[in-house]
């Protein structure tokens, strides 16, 4: 197989089955404009890691995802799961068709799809970096890799409300935000420590807590405004108990990005951090929620090689 040769993996379910009904029309545009690409389709979750690790084995080198962030998620962890190749010689694109497309939104690249194929051909990339998490599933130890956003608390508690409501084939911003809220009601602040860098960050009752390699989730929230995809930091967010009814006030500033304001609220740019509960709290990576804590995160450095936007200016602090 020649590695200038795409391979699209398509996730029919992806924007509440919409993606089943456009690929056609999709997969049309993309061969109009010269693509030469293979498809393959998941059919279960996860599915997405195994069609990555089989299409490098393969010999393919340039990957779309088409589909969301869960799509994008299940991709990116195949790259870095398997041994065949460095995952430095692997491009990936995203056609976005899910229900938030919070990464591609980071990056500003368009939801339209022939101005997203247009971002493809210009072939415009860059180098993100890549978070490596360790959390419990199941009283055992696992691995996953984030490219976007990951958190423990209510930031995990929306997401599990949010994919119960995708499986019941309600989708779009508005079905974050009743997430939000239903999250919220059921949220009981948890006892326990937060090490940032190998020293103690906060000790006592944990609200919710944001890791940021991108900056936005949960349909264009911003709990990490200050993240930057490729300086090597994750941006950490803190939140000590705060009352309900306060946070319903206060909702709104993570759609404007000024949640730092906030004087429950602590922030910092780290490289490791690691989160230990008295009791098991639900741990989300990229907006799926895979297991509890204690959880540990570090960073793996301009990992990812990802097509971007042509309106998208990077801004690196190094």
Same mark, same amino acid.
Request: glycine content about 10%; aromatic content about 10%.
């Given at each position: ?83 065949? %190749?460095?995952?430095?010689? %692997? ?24 101005? /997203? ?15 490596? %998490? ?12 984030? %490219? ?16 119960? /409501? ?12 009743? /997430? ?58 803190? /939140? ?79």
């Amino acid at each position: 197989m020649n590695g200038s040769t795409w391979i699209a993996v398509v996730n029919p379910n992806a924007g509440g089955g919409r993606v089943a009904t456009e690929w056609p029309v999709l997969s049309n545009k993309l061969k109009g404009r010269g693509f030469v690409f293979e498809e393959v389709f998941t059919t279960h979750r996860y599915h997405a890691v195994e069609l990555v690790i089989y299409a490098l084995k393969r010999g393919f080198r340039k990957i779309i995802s088409v589909g969301g962030d869960g799509t994008l998620h299940e991709i990116v962890n195949g790259l870095f799961y398997q041994q065949e %190749v460095p995952v430095s010689d %692997v491009t990936l694109a995203v056609l976005p068709a899910g229900s938030a497309n919070d990464w591609t939104r980071m990056y500003r690249i368009p939801r339209d799809y022939d101005k /997203a194929i247009d971002t493809i051909i210009d072939g415009r990339t860059v180098l993100q970096d890549v978070g490596r %998490v360790e959390y419990v599933q199941a009283g055992v130890r696992n691995v996953r890799y984030m %490219v976007n956003v990951a958190g423990v608390g209510l930031d995990a508690n929306i997401c599990w409300y949010c994919n119960a /409501a995708k499986n019941k084939g309600r989708s779009g911003d508005m079905a974050y935000v009743k /997430a939000a809220f239903k999250a919220l009601l059921g949220r009981r602040s948890k006892r326990g420590k937060v090490v940032a860098d190998g020293k103690n960050f906060f000790t006592g009752r944990i609200f919710s807590v944001g890791f940021g390699i991108g900056k936005y989730s949960g349909g264009g929230m911003m709990q990490v405004p200050d993240a930057v995809a490729d300086d090597g930091l994750i941006n950490l967010m803190l /939140a000590r108990k705060v009352s309900k009814l306060k946070f319903l006030f206060l909702f709104k500033r993570l759609f404007k990005g000024t949640i730092y304001s906030v004087k429950e609220v602590s922030h910092k740019m780290i490289r490791k951090v690691s989160v230990i509960t008295r009791h098991p709290d639900r741990v989300e990576i990229d907006g799926e929620v895979v297991g509890t804590t204690p959880m540990t995160m570090d960073v793996l450095p301009q990992a990812l090689r990802v097509i971007v936007g042509r309106d998208f200016e990077p801004c690196s602090r190094n």
